[in-house]
Nanobody, 118 residues
Framework: QVQLVESGGGLVQAGGSLRLSCAASGSIFSIYAMGWYRQTPGNQRELVARISNVGSTNYADSVKGRFTISRDNAKNTVYLQMNSLKPEDTAVYYC????????????WGQGTQVTVSS
């Protein structure tokens, strides 16, 4: 079992920056791929960025060049640096942990609200 706690959301003006953090506990962090997803009312949760257990990254096209995902295995934490924020980035952002070998071991945080004003 993995517990995930997000922090760092809030209200920011367009063009601003935020850094989200997700602290993990309860298992060996380094054997999980970590991801950030977001969801707006009435829409499906979508992948924003993902980082593998060995540091490979991939991003949604809409955030490439603006967002950066990173992880600190010593701190059991994954980050999402969000720059040049746009109103369309407004959503609840969720942290996800996916075990490298066992796909059923998939966990979510409670979410953190990001609101970008125009």
């Amino acid at each position: 079992q993995v517990q995930l706690v997000e922090s760092g959301g809030g209200l920011v003006q367009a063009g601003g920056s935020l850094r989200l953090s997700c602290a993990a506990s309860g298992s060996i962090f380094s054997i999980y791929a970590m991801g950030w997803y977001r969801q707006t009312p009435g829409n499906q949760r979508e992948l924003v960025a993902r980082i593998s257990n060995v540091g490979s990254t991939n991003y949604a096209d809409s955030v490439k060049g603006r967002f950066t995902i990173s992880r600190d295995n010593a701190k059991n934490t994954v980050y999402l640096q969000m720059n040049s924020l746009k109103p369309e980035d407004t959503a609840v952002y969720y942290c996800n942990a996916q075990h490298v070998f066992y796909s059923s071991r998939n966990y979510w945080g409670q979410g953190t609200q990001v609101t970008v004003s125009s």
